[in-house]
C-alpha cells in the first residue's frame, strides 16, 4: 500500500521537474513521474488526455510560451486516502497560483507583457511509486479578467487575486495526526450532507450554520466570486445558485480525503443540473448541464472556516450553447 509521506514526494519531485522544464521538454518532464497510460483530466478545452505526450503539447507547452518568468505559488499541499474507493487509493492535492509574465496569447487570451495568475488544484493519485491520475482544474476566466476579458457580467461577489489559509499553515510537508483528517472529513460529509437535499426545512442561513463558521469565507470562481460570512454568502452564492437551478442530481465525486485541518474533493462531473433561472447575469436555458469542480476546505474546530473552489464554468455554459472562448477571444480550438 502506498506510503502517504513517500506519495508526497514523489509528486512534490514531479511538480519541481514541471516547474524547472524550458519550452520543448515538458513531455520529458511528465514521463519521468507518470504511469503509462496516465488519466489527466483538464478545465475546458482540454477535458480528459491520456499520457505524457499529450497533456505536454496541449496543455504545458502552450502555456510555457505564454507565461514566462513562470513559477508556481503553493498554498495548500496534503495527502489522504480516498473515502471514494474504501480509503484505498492515495492522493496528493496541491493548489495555488501559477504565477508569470503575459508575454504571448494563450486560447485567444492576448498578451499584456504583465504579472498573471492562473488560479489551480490539482488531485494526483500515486500508486507504484508512480502518479496514475491527475484531476487539475484552474481558472480560465480569472486569468481572461486580468487580460482585460470580461465575459461574465452578472457576478455577485468579489474579483480577487485569492490568497491561501487565513492561518498559513496548509503546507502539510509532513505527517498530520490521523484524528485531525478523520475529523475534517467528517465535517466536509455533515456539509455535503446537508448541501445535498437543498432544504432542510430550515432558513439558509440556519442551514449553513450547522457546518459552516460564521465568518466562513468561500473563494468561488472568476464569474461567481469571493464572499464572507454566512450572511453574504447566501445572499451572493448560495441563495442565487439554488434560485438559478432545479433537478439537481446527487454529489458524485472521483475522491474525497483530508489531511490534518485540510480536505477536498472533485467530480467529473460532481452533479447535473437544469438552468430553470437567471445565473452569472445569463438567461435561463432550461437545459441540463454538468459541474465539474474541486472544493479545497480548511476546518476550524468541528465547522468549515474557508473554501477554495474550482468550477469549470467554460464547460458548463458550453452545455448551455455559449462558447465563451470562441465568443470572447475568438479561440476555436487548435
Known amino acids: 500500500m502506498q506510503d502517504m509521506q513517500a506519495a508526497k514526494r514523489i509528486v512534490l519531485d514531479h511538480l519541481a521537474r514541471l516547474d524547472g522544464a524550458p519550452p520543448g521538454a515538458f513531455a520529458e518532464a511528465l514521463r519521468a513521474g507518470v504511469a503509462e497510460g496516465w488519466l489527466w483530466r483538464g478545465y475546458h478545452p482540454f477535458g480528459a488526455l491520456t499520457g505524457a505526450d499529450a497533456v505536454a503539447a496541449r496543455f504545458w507547452e502552450p502555456l510555457a510560451q505564454a507565461l514566462t518568468a513562470r513559477t508556481r505559488r503553493m498554498d495548500?499541499?496534503?495527502?489522504?486516502?480516498?473515502?471514494?474507493?474504501?480509503?484505498a487509493g492515495v492522493w496528493v492535492v496541491s493548489m495555488g497560483h501559477i504565477m508569470g509574465l503575459l508575454d504571448a496569447p494563450w486560447l485567444g487570451i492576448a498578451s499584456t507583457g504583465k504579472m498573471a495568475f492562473l488560479r489551480y488544484a490539482e488531485f494526483n493519485r500515486v500508486a507504484e511509486g508512480r502518479?496514475?491520475?491527475?484531476?487539475m482544474y484552474f481558472d480560465i476566466p480569472h486569468l481572461m479578467i486580468q487580460a482585460g476579458l470580461n465575459p461574465f457580467g452578472g457576478q455577485t461577489a468579489a474579483q480577487l487575486v485569492q490568497p491561501g489559509p487565513a492561518t498559513h499553515d496548509g503546507l502539510l510537508y509532513d505527517a498530520a495526526p490521523e484524528a485531525?483528517?478523520?475529523?475534517?472529513?467528517?465535517a466536509i460529509n455533515a456539509m455535503i450532507?446537508?448541501?445535498?437535499?437543498?432544504?432542510?426545512?430550515?432558513?439558509?442561513?440556519?442551514?449553513?450554520?450547522r457546518t459552516w463558521h460564521e465568518d466562513m469565507i468561500w473563494w468561488g470562481p472568476a464569474g461567481i466570486g469571493a464572499t464572507c460570512t454566512i450572511?453574504?454568502?447566501a445572499v451572493q452564492h448560495a441563495g442565487p445558485f439554488r434560485a438559478a437551478f432545479s433537478e439537481r442530481t446527487g454529489t458524485g465525486h472521483v475522491a474525497r480525503l483530508?489531511?490534518?485541518?485540510?480536505g477536498g474533493f472533485f467530480g467529473w462531473p460532481n452533479f447535473t443540473a437544469?438552468?430553470?433561472?437567471p445565473f452569472m447575469g445569463r438567461a435561463p436555458t432550461d437545459k441540463v448541464g454538468e459541474f465539474r469542480v474541486i472544493d479545497i476546505y480548511r476546518r476550524?474546530?468541528?465547522?468549515?472556516?474557508?473554501?477554495?473552489?474550482?468550477?469549470?464554468?467554460?464547460h458548463f455554459w458550453r452545455q448551455q450553447g455559449w462558447d465563451v472562448l470562441a465568443e470572447t477571444t475568438g479561440w476555436r480550438g487548435d
Open 231 to 233: 450572511p453574504r454568502y
Open 300 to 314: 476550524a474546530g468541528g465547522k468549515l472556516a474557508e473554501n477554495w473552489v474550482f468550477i469549470d464554468l467554460l
Open 131 to 135: 502518479i496514475a491520475e491527475t484531476a
Open 274 to 277: 437544469r438552468l430553470t433561472g
Open 193 to 209: 450532507s446537508d448541501l445535498g437535499t437543498w432544504g432542510l426545512g430550515l432558513p439558509l442561513e440556519e442551514e449553513l450554520r
Open 258 to 262: 483530508a489531511e490534518g485541518a485540510y
Open 180 to 186: 485531525e483528517g478523520r475529523a475534517t472529513l467528517a
Open 76 to 87: 495548500v499541499f496534503f495527502a489522504g486516502r480516498n473515502e471514494i474507493d474504501g480509503f
